[in-house]
């Protein structure tokens, strides 16, 4: 089974960037779609970003073009380049590893975009 541990996370301004990180043990990601999804006080979990195995990505239409997901599956880890960043982008951030429809979620961790 898979672990996942996200880090990277903190306060920002509008307008910044951070770089999330998910990095896996306990199995290859070879075979996992991996994602990034968020959480914000009172709203509902939603997806961000994801990759497939194969490369493929997708994007919440809130962060296209701002956001973009990647992976390496050698060192075992998926990343989230988040630029433009606004005040809505704010949330807890997990990670997620999805095969066969079981998913494998990270503890998450909080960014604040704020001045």
């Known amino acids: 089974q898979v672990q996942l541990v996200e880090s990277g996370g903190g306060l920002v301004q509008p307008g910044g960037s951070l770089r999330l990180s998910c990095a896996a043990s306990?199995?290859?990601?070879?075979?996992?779609?991996m994602a990034w999804y968020r959480q914000a006080p009172g709203k509902q979990r939603e997806l961000v970003a994801a990759i497939t195995s194969g490369g493929s990505t997708n994007y919440s239409d809130s962060v296209k073009g701002r956001f973009t997901i990647s992976r390496d599956n050698v060192k075992k880890t998926v990343y989230l380049q988040m630029n433009s960043l606004k005040s809505e982008d704010t949330a807890v951030y997990y990670c997620?590893?999805?095969?066969?429809?079981?998913?494998?979620w990270g503890q998450g961790t909080q960014i604040t975009v704020s001045s």
């Open positions: 306990g199995s290859s990601l070879s075979f996992y779609t």
């Open positions: 997620n590893a999805e095969i066969l429809g079981v998913h494998r």
